[in-house]
């Protein structure tokens, strides 16, 4: 078993930034894709950024130009730059590590609480 350990949530103003990492107990480069998601109640969880093996990312249309994600193979860590925050971006941001080709596998971390308010 995996372990993911998310860390950097906190609560921040409006226009501000904070940097999410995640570290794995098992070294990142044998997941294909890292991850991030976030969750509000009642609402599913959804992808805010991932990046793959070779470097290649992806962000939903709501974050682009304001996050950025990154990963750290020596470090076993991958990091979510926030910038210029919003109320909208409060949630509790997961980190996912998959493998998706055999043996596949899928690892998410405990989650950590991010609050964008004045």
């Known amino acids: 078993q995996v372990q993911l350990v998310e860390s950097g949530g906190g609560l921040v103003q409006p226009g501000g930034s904070l940097r999410l990492s995640c570290t794995t107990s098992?070294?990142?480069?044998?997941?294909?894709?890292m991850g991030w998601y976030r969750q509000t109640p009642g609402n599913e969880r959804e992808l805010v950024a991932h990046?793959?093996?070779?470097?290649?990312?992806n962000y939903a249309d709501s974050v682009k130009g304001r996050f950025t994600i990154s990963r750290d193979n020596d470090k076993n860590t991958v990091y979510l730059q926030m910038n210029d925050l919003k109320p909208e971006d409060t949630a509790v941001y997961y980190c996912?590590?998959?493998?998706?080709?055999?043996?596949?596998?899928?690892?998410w971390g405990q989650g950590t609480q991010v609050t964008v308010s004045s």
């Open positions: 990046i793959g093996s070779t470097g290649s990312t």
């Open positions: 098992r070294s990142i480069a044998g997941f294909h894709v």
């Open positions: 996912n590590a998959r493998r998706i080709l055999p043996p596949t596998e899928e690892y």
